[in-house]
């Protein structure tokens, strides 16, 4: 039995969440839903929906657009409030809105930031997960950081100067070097963030185009103050491949070969530490843009093996 597609807004763990609820109803015995987790951080979830909703019409799907992102309130007028903005809070909002569906398990599906959102809740909360997938995944935010230089230096035809080394000298002992941060700011003076995420994720330019016109569609701006919340928490500095030994629900990743931020060495990390099913496609960081048919294989055989 079919339900039509509730569009909610709801106050769930101190935040005004908007989520949609699509597929039929979540009768006992019926598989458990799929949860997207978007990505940016700060990102929504109306362009997955739009542009691969149709093909996951006979599941219970939740577009979940996350704390200050999309459609839901901004992070100002959460209990917690912007500047407290962590992992652990975003984590804590899914299993709040699992407990508002009344779903008894969930399927966490993470794209890009929203893997490590998907992989900390399957972590904590092993009883409510039934599998959970990634897609381009980002995990080790230090080694993101290095890559983005990386690519910086060769787009801008200059040597390759990491500051790792000079920020850990300067340290103070019992301090952390923030590497990290120091990296993604070298990449940025070398090239502005969104044309170097842009030569780095996309297949082709037609690719981009697509999406970027499915977000003038949505007009849904912003996520600015998720990013500057979770960077001022330390996001550049989190290394999550530790926690991966920890997880206890199968584990699938899908990953596009031309996506440069996540592919290869993000996802090494979840097939050596997690045991990751891994299915790399001829894709960017949003393989549904290039090639649905073969995205729509590899999450059904995620879903079902």
Known sequence: MSTPDESNFERLNGADLYFEVTGPQDTPGAEPPIVFLHGGPG???????????????????????????????????????????????????????REHLGAERIVPLGHGFGALVALEYARRH?????????????????????????????????????????????????QYPAVGEARV??????????????????????SRMRLEFIDAEGQLSGGGEVQEALVNQGLWEFE????????????????????????????EWLADLGGADVTVL??????????????????????TR
């Open 126 to 174: 092993p009883t409510r997960t039934a599998r959970v997938i990634v897609v381009n995944p980002w995990v080790h935010f230090p080694e993101l950081a290095l890559t983005l230089l990386r690519e910086a230096a060769a787009l801008r035809g200059v040597p390759l100067d990491d500051p790792a080394q000079a920020v850990r000298a300067r340290t103070p002992e019992g």
């Open 43 to 97: 990102y929504n979830s109306y362009s997955f929906r739009e542009l691969f909703g149709d093909r996951l019409q006979g599941r219970r799907v939740v577009y979940l657009d996350q704390r200050g992102s999309g459609r839901s309130g901004p992070l100002q007028d959460t209990e917690q409030g912007g500047e407290t903005l962590d992992l652990d809070t975003l984590v804590a909002d899914v299993e709040a809105l």
């Open 185 to 206: 700011e070298a990449a940025f003076a070398l090239l502005n963030a969104r044309d170097l995420l842009n030569a780095l994720q996309f297949r082709d330019r037609a």
């Open 240 to 267: 999550y491949p530790p926690f991966l030994q920890e997880l206890r629900r199968p584990l699938f990743v899908i990953a596009g070969v031309h996506d440069r931020t996540s592919y290869p060495e993000q996802v």
């Open 282 to 303: 001829d894709a960017g960081h949003y393989p549904w843009l290039d090639d649905e048919d073969a995205f729509a294989e590899a999450l059904e055989e995620a879903l």
